[in-house]
């Protein structure tokens, strides 16, 4: 069973910087990318971001400009750097792999892999 492990969420004062890890236990032969979702309390899950296997990228707009997404296909990885947080990026992140697919733009659409969450606070 393919298995997403996420690492790197913590607490963080506005402002700040924090790098999200997630690994997958293997290649997830049915997708072609990998991306993240967050959910804030009482919100809906988002997406954050995604990353294809061939390096092309897509973001939120809520996160365009502070958030980059980097992978290491070899490792079968995906890293989320996040700088100038804001106490709005509170949240669970989610680690997802899919596919990053195109028709009058690109989009992620999520397959059913998903890490454990990890926690990031932004507050000072």
């Known amino acids: 069973q393919v298995q997403l492990v996420e690492s790197g969420g913590g607490l963080m004062q506005p402002g700040g910087s924090l790098t999200l890890s997630c690994a997958a236990s293997t290649r997830i032969f049915s997708t072609n990318a990998m991306g993240w979702y967050r959910q804030a309390p009482g919100k809906q899950r988002e997406l954050v971001g995604g990353i294809s296997r061939g390096g092309r990228t897509i973001y939120a707009d809520s996160v365009k400009g502070r958030f980059t997404l980097s992978g290491d296909n070899a490792k079968n990885s995906v890293y989320l750097q996040m700088n100038n947080l804001k106490p709005e990026d509170t949240a669970v992140y989610y680690c997802?792999?899919?596919?990053?697919?195109?028709?009058?733009?690109?989009?992620?659409?999520?397959?059913?892999?998903w890490g454990q969450g990890t926690q990031v606070t932004v507050s000072s």
């Open positions: 997802n792999a899919g596919i990053l697919t195109y028709s009058d733009d690109y989009y992620y659409v999520p397959k059913d892999y």
